[in-house]
């Protein structure tokens, strides 16, 4: 498959084309990209808020049950207070890792035992529930809980304060670790992103590429609306280009009918021309006069079959974009032709000799372009051939074509012209005294084009020319 963002007919270039520098695409791929690397970043933030709220309240309920097991190892004897620190309390509060443990027991506002530096919490504890803050000791950054206890002392019901605090560098440890994994997320998010952005844009407009390789591929003459399903965002814009088509065919088929109507208002004078160089020929005596009137009815004969050929043109360029399909018998059609252009080959004594198989070879098409489009092959072959010669015409079947072969023993044509006789008025080096306008296998090639068939002009084995036309069978 080739890489649509890069192929020579490829949209972007297209794009780039009518000036809009394949924005589109790119402008896509930076939006999924924003979108991404935000989308990440935001991942990154939240684990990282989630993971530090986490380790704070891991080491909040550590430091809670540390302070209260704390605050049960104080025993007051009469006057006598007596803090046992139970061991619980350091091997709790290790569980977070190396960190350093600090405490403090206040007593009517006085430090009893402990860090006398530890600050406490800005409101007093009450109802034996601890309270967390932060706060600094010695220049390190702690977690604290406080909570008040109140006991029987000196013979009096008396608050006690506690307040444990740990450093933060287990949660800090803990947080970083986290935090690396979401950078690494985050980061694999956005790598992933970008091809997955790529393939999007290009899901995006692959229907836009899809529409234009269709209207591309077209032939020059194939005016048909543009037919490809599209999501609805596209609709407006195959409207607008098939409305634009539409005018063009309009415009196209008024200059074809001007162009058919001038050429026949042509011919009709014409006629007259001749019929009247014919009785002036016919009358005049002077033997330099006789040539020169020939000389001017072969002129007006040539004149009156290109307008013949120009009205033909006109015809197939008009119907070869409208689809009027339908089953042709070419066998039929064949049968009817020959039969037209049999008086033609008579006066030039040609034999046509005419094979086709017994049953019916049937083609879909529109019958008067197939017709006129064999009617030009023919008529070739019978205006190159030389006196006395045959014309074989073969109709066939293989596989699902159908093939009509046109072969002559004529003048042939040059290697060097085979490949240049489609375009109007294009005719051979061969042609000496033939008339002739040019037109027919431009008609030949049209009408191939739009009934999806093929022709070809080769040079004939022992001399001549042979033409193929091939269709699809209906
Ligand atoms: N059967 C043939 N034998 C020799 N030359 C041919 C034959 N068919 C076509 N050609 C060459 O192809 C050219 C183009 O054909 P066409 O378009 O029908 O124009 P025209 O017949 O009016 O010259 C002719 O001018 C001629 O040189
Ligand atoms: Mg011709």
Same mark, same amino acid.
């Given at each position: ?15 780039? $084309? ?36 986490? @380790? ?178 596209? %609709? ?37 021309? +001749? %019929? ?30 290109? $307008? ?105 044509? @040059? ?8 375009? +109007? ?41 042979? @033409? ?7």
């Amino acid at each position: 498959m080739t890489d649509p963002a890069r192929g020579p007919g490829s949209l972007p270039r297209r794009l780039a $084309a009518v000036g809009l520098g394949g924005s589109l695409q790119r402008k896509l791929i930076w939006q999924f990209l924003a979108a991404a690397a935000l989308a990440a970043v935001t991942l990154f933030l939240a684990i990282r808020v989630t993971a530090d709220r986490a @380790a704070e309240a891991a080491q909040d309920s550590v430091l809670a049950a540390a302070t209260l097991a704390l605050s049960e190892g104080l025993l007051a004897e009469d006057d006598e207070l007596d803090l046992d620190l139970p061991p619980t309390v350091l091997s709790m509060l290790s569980a977070m890792g190396e960190d350093q443990v600090f405490y403090r027991v206040v007593l009517q506002g006085r430090t009893v035992t402990g860090y006398e530096n530890l600050a406490l919490p800005a409101a007093i504890p009450t109802g034996g529930e601890p309270v967390f803050y932060k706060t600094s000791l010695n220049g390190t950054p702690v977690r604290a809980a406080s909570l008040t206890r109140t006991i029987l002392f000196d013979g009096a019901q008396t608050d006690v304060q506690f307040a444990l605090a740990q450093t933060r560098h287990g949660q800090a440890a803990i947080a970083d670790a986290i935090a690396r994994r979401a950078g690494f997320l985050g980061i694999g998010f956005f790598v992933l992103a970008v091809p997955m952005s790529l393939l999007a844009a290009r899901a995006i407009l692959g229907p836009i590429g899809q529409v234009a390789d269709g209207v591309s591929r077209r032939g020059p003459q194939d005016l048909r609306p543009v037919a490809e399903r599209v999501p609805p965002e596209l %609709a407006p814009f195959i409207a607008a280009l098939n409305g634009f088509i539409r005018r063009l065919r309009l415009a196209h088929s008024r200059t074809e009918t001007f162009i058919a109507e001038a050429a026949h208002h042509i011919r009709t004078p014409l006629s007259a021309i +001749r %019929a009247e160089a014919e009785v002036a020929l016919h009358e005049a005596g002077d033997d330099n006069i006789r040539t020169r009137l020939r000389r001017v009815i072969r002129s007006a004969e040539e004149c009156s079959r290109s $307008a013949s050929q120009l009205m033909d043109h006109a015809l197939v360029m008009s119907r070869s974009d409208r689809e009027v399909r339908g089953p042709v018998e070419l066998g039929a059609l064949l049968d009817g032709l020959i039969a037209s252009m049999r008086p033609t080959a008579d006066l030039r004594e040609l034999s046509l000799r005419w094979r086709r198989p017994d049953e019916p070879v049937v083609v879909l098409g529109d019958r008067l372009l197939l017709e006129t489009a064999l009617r030009n092959i023919l008529d070739n072959a019978i205006k190159y051939s030389n006196p006395d010669d045959a014309i074989d015409l073969l109709l066939e079947v293989s596989g699902r074509e159908a093939s009509v072969s046109v072969l002559d023993r004529g003048r042939g044509i @040059a290697k060097a012209d085979l490949a240049s006789l489609a375009p +109007r008025f294009q005719r051979g080096e061969n042609v000496r005294d033939i008339v002739g306008s040019g037109l027919g296998l431009t008609m030949v090639t049209e009408v191939s084009d739009s009934h999806d068939g093929r022709f070809r002009l080769e040079p004939r084995e022992g001399g001549g020319t042979c @033409a193929h036309f091939s269709l699809p069978l209906a």
